[in-house]
C-alpha cells in the first residue's frame, strides 16, 4: 500500500479520527465536544463545541509565533505599476482596526456584509475584518453587473457593502460607484452604509449619509480584538450559479473550513509556512476565497495578490515576471490562462528571458484540462503540472495529486485521485454504483469532508433538494465522469446547465430569463459550446413571437447587450441566432442536451419523446452554418 492509500483509507474509515488530528494545525479557544455531529443528516456538523476565529488563526497567531516581520501579501499590480509587500504585523494592524470600523458602523457577529473588490489587498483586509467580529461576508465578482448584485443584495440583505471606486480590467478603467448605487435602486434590501475604498484610478462620488470614505474611517477606528466564535458559526456566502437565474448562496462555517484548508496547503499543495504561494484567480470566486486568502494565510504562507491578466498587462509574460520577481513556489491557475498565454506566446519567447529557480509546480483547476494545454505547459515549464478538481460547493479538491502527502503518476486528462475525506463513487441515473471505465454520475459518500458546504444560505430545502435527494446518502455533484482501473477520476463535465466560461461558472438558465424578457422573444434556450480559448461560451436559440417582423439581427444585438448589462461582459454572450421553433419533446421540454451534443459534434440519441424528428435535421444545419462544430 503506498502512502497515499494509506492516508486516503484512513480519512474515509476513520473520519473522526482523521480529522480531528488534522484539527491540531489550528488554534482553538476550546476544543470541540463532537468532531463530527452526525445527529441531522444531511446537514453534519464538524467540530461542534468548539470555539475559535478564523481572522486569529490566519493573522494574529502567525505575529504571536514570531511571523510578524514575513511578508502576508505581495500586491503586484501591473495595471497600477504597484508591487507591495504587507507584513503579518502590518495585516494585523490593518484587520483589527478596519474590524473597528466595522464594528463602528453597527455590524456585529451574525450580520452579513457583501463586499465588491478588485483584485487589492484592501479585499482581503475586508474578508478577514468581517471574520474577526464575527459578521458573514459574501464577495461578489467585481465582473457581475447591477442587476446580479442587486440579486445578492436582496438573499443575503447586507447591513453593510464594502467597495473601491473602481478597478482596472486589461486596458480599461470601470467605475464601480455607479453600478453600487444602480444596484441598490433595484434591490428591495436598502443596506444601511456603504464604506469605500478611494483608489487613485478612479474617483467615486460619495453620497452623504450613506457613503463612508475607507481611509477616513479607519482614522479614527479602533483597533479590536478577535470575538470567539463558535467552529460552526457561518463565516461567508459565496453566491455560485445553479440551473436558475437565482444563485446558490453556498454557506461555509468556520471550524471545519479552517482545519481542511489548512490541512490541504500541506497535502495537496505542498506549501509550508514561509512559502510564497500564488493563486492567479479573484477573490470574487471561489479559488480566490480558498486560496488567495484563507489556506494560504492560515498556513502562515505568503500570497500573491494579482491585479492583471495572464496575457496583455503588459504581455504573455506576465506570470513568468510574477514568479520570478517573487520567488513564487507554485502557481494556481486556471487552464484558460494557460491557453491565452499559449495562444499569444506558443514557443515560449516571453518564458525565456526569466529565471525562476524556485518554482515547483503548477496547479490547474475551474475546468477541464485539455491535454495539449497540459502537454504545452509540462515542456515549457519543465515542473510537475497537476490537474485538480473542486467546486465552489466543496471549498477545496475533491479529486487531486496529492503532492504532500505522495506524488502519485500523473495521467493527462484526469485530476488523479480522489482526495482524502472524500468518499467517491460513479452511479447510473437509478444511483447503482458502476464499476470502472463505466460513465455516470459523480457522487460523494456522505457525509463531506470539513470544509464543505454545510447548507444554502437561508435555503435548507434547495441544499437538500440540489445536492442531497438525487441520491440519498450522497453529495450529487452534478459532473458526470468515470473513474479508471487505478482509481484516477475523469470528470467528463455538467450534467446539469452550468457552464464554465474561461473559468468563470456561469448559468445558462440565468441567460434565458434575461433573453425571454426581451419584449419580442417568445422563448430561448442557450448551450454551452466548445471554444478552444474559454472552454465553453454560450450560444443562444431565440424563436420570435408571432407577428413580430423586425430584423432578427437587430434583436440579436439587443439581446447581447442585454445578457452583458444584466449578467455582466464575463458570459461572454455573443452568439445567438433566430429559429422558427426549439426541439422539445411531447411534454413541452426543451431539448437543450441534444443540441449541445449537435452543436459540440458530440454523439447523441434523439428521445423517443420528441415533438417532431425533423427539427433535429433543421438544428444541425443550422449549427453547421455557423461554423458548429467547431474545429
Ligand atoms: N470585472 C469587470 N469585467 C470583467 C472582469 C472583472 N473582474 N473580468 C472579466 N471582465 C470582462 C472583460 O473585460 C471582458 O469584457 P469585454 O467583453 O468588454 O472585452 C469580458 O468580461 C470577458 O472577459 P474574459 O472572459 O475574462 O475574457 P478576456 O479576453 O478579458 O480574458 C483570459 C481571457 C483567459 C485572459 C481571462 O478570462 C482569464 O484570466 N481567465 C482566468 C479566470 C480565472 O482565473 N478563473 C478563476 C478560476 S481558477
Ligand atoms: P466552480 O464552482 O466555479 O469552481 O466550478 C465548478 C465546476 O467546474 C465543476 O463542477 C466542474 O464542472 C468544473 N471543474 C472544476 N475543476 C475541474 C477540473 N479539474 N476538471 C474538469 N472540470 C472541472
Redesign the pocket.
Known amino acids: 500500500m503506498t502512502n497515499f492509500d494509506a492516508v486516503f483509507t484512513r480519512s474515509v474509515e476513520k473520519p473522526e479520527e482523521f480529522w480531528a488530528e488534522a484539527a491540531k494545525g489550528v488554534d482553538w479557544y476550546k476544543e470541540c465536544d463532537k468532531v463530527l455531529d452526525s445527529s441531522n443528516p444531511p446537514f453534519y456538523r464538524w467540530f461542534s463545541g468548539g470555539k475559535m476565529n478564523t481572522c486569529y488563526n490566519a493573522v494574529d497567531r502567525h505575529v504571536k509565533n514570531g511571523r510578524g516581520e514575513q511578508t502576508a501579501i505581495i500586491y503586484d499590480s501591473p495595471v497600477t505599476d504597484t508591487v507591495a509587500k504587507i507584513s503579518y504585523n502590518e495585516l494585523l494592524q490593518r484587520v483589527s482596526v478596519f474590524a473597528g470600523a466595522l464594528q463602528s458602523q453597527g455590524l456585529k457577529k451574525g450580520d452579513t456584509a457583501i463586499i465588491y473588490m478588485?483584485?487589492i489587498p484592501e479585499a482581503a483586509v475586508a474578508m478577514l475584518a468581517c471574520a474577526r467580529i464575527g459578521a458573514i461576508h459574501s464577495v461578489v465578482?467585481?465582473?457581475?453587473a447591477a442587476n446580479e448584485l442587486a440579486v445578492r443584495i436582496d438573499h443575503a440583505q447586507p447591513k453593510l457593502i464594502i467597495t473601491a471606486s473602481g478597478?482596472v480590467?486589461?486596458k480599461?478603467i470601470?467605475s464601480y460607484k455607479p453600478l453600487i448605487d444602480k444596484a441598490i435602486e433595484l434591490s428591495t434590501h436598502k443596506p444601511e452604509k456603504c464604506i469605500l475604498f478611494q483608489r487613485d484610478i478612479v474617483k467615486a462620488e460619495m453620497k452623504a449619509g450613506f457613503d463612508l470614505d475607507w481611509k477616513e474611517l479607519v482614522g479614527i477606528s479602533k483597533p479590536v480584538d478577535c470575538v470567539e466564535l463558535e467552529a460552526t458559526d457561518p463565516l461567508y456566502i459565496l453566491y455560485t450559479s445553479g440551473t436558475t437565474g437565482m444563485p446558490k448562496g453556498v454557506l461555509r462555517d468556520n471550524g471545519g473550513h479552517a482545519v481542511a484548508l489548512h490541512w490541504s496547503m500541506k497535502a495537496i499543495y505542498n506549501i509550508d509556512a514561509g512559502d510564497v504561494w500564488w493563486?492567479?484567480?479573484?477573490v470574487?470566486?471561489?479559488?480566490?476565497h480558498s486560496y488567495i486568502v484563507y489556506a494560504p494565510l492560515i498556513k502562515g504562507a505568503t500570497t500573491v495578490f494579482y491585479e492583471g491578466?495572464?496575457?496583455?498587462t503588459p504581455d504573455a509574460g506576465a506570470f513568468w515576471r510574477v514568479i520570478s520577481q517573487h520567488g513564487v513556489k507554485s502557481l494556481?491557475?486556471?487552464p484558460?490562462?494557460f491557453?491565452?498565454i499559449k495562444k499569444e506566446d506558443p514557443s515560449g519567447t516571453f518564458f525565456k528571458k526569466y529565471q525562476i529557480p524556485k518554482f515547483e509546480c503548477l496547479y490547474?483547476?475551474?475546468?477541464r484540462l485539455d491535454p495539449d494545454t497540459y502537454h504545452w505547459a509540462t515542456n515549457l515549464l519543465g515542473v510537475p503540472v497537476i490537474d485538480h478538481w473542486w467546486q465552489t460547493e466543496t471549498g477545496w479538491a475533491i479529486a487531486a495529486n496529492c503532492r504532500g502527502i505522495e506524488q502519485l503518476p500523473i495521467k493527462p486528462g484526469s485530476p488523479t485521485r480522489p482526495c482524502p475525506g472524500y468518499n467517491l463513487k460513479v452511479v447510473d441515473n437509478e444511483g447503482f454504483e458502476l464499476p470502472a471505465e463505466r460513465e455516470g454520475n459523480i457522487v460523494v459518500k456522505l457525509p463531506l469532508p470539513p470544509g464543505n458546504l454545510v447548507t444554502l444560505w437561508r435555503n435548507d430545502e434547495r441544499f437538500v433538494k440540489a445536492y442531497m435527494s438525487t441520491f440519498p446518502g450522497y453529495y450529487e455533484t452534478s459532473d458526470g465522469g468515470y473513474v479508471d482501473k487505478d482509481g484516477y477520476v475523469y470528470v467528463m463535465g455538467r450534467v446539469d446547465d452550468v457552464i464554465n466560461?474561461?473559468?468563470?461558472?456561469l448559468s445558462t438558465g440565468a441567460m434565458e430569463e434575461i433573453i425571454s424578457n426581451h419584449p419580442d422573444v417568445a422563448e430561448c434556450a442557450v448551450l454551452g459550446t466548445n471554444d478552444t480559448?474559454?472552454g465553453e461560451v454560450p450560444l443562444g436559440l431565440f424563436v420570435l413571437k408571432a407577428g413580430v417582423n423586425r430584423d432578427p439581427d437587430v434583436i440579436r444585438k439587443e439581446l447581447v447587450q442585454m445578457v452583458?448589462d444584466q449578467l455582466?461582459?464575463?458570459?461572454?454572450f455573443?452568439e445567438a441566432s433566430n429559429v422558427v421553433r426549439l426541439p422539445k419533446t411531447r411534454s413541452g421540454k426543451i431539448l437543450r442536451g441534444t443540441m449541445r451534443a449537435i452543436a459540440n459534434g458530440k454523439e447523441f440519441r434523439v428521445p423517443s419523446t420528441i415533438d417532431d424528428p425533423v427539427i433535429i435535421d433543421e438544428i444541425t444545419t443550422l449549427f453547421h452554418g455557423m461554423g458548429f462544430p467547431k474545429k
Do not use: I, N, Y
Open positions: 478588485p483584485m465578482f467585481g465582473g457581475f478597478a480590467e486589461g480599461k470601470l493563486s492567479a484567480s479573484d470574487g470566486w471561489v479559488v480566490g491578466k495572464p496575457v496583455g494556481f491557475t486556471a484558460t490562462a491557453r491565452a490547474l483547476a475551474g475546468e466560461v474561461a473559468g468563470h461558472r480559448l474559454k452583458r455582466g461582459a464575463v458570459a461572454c455573443k
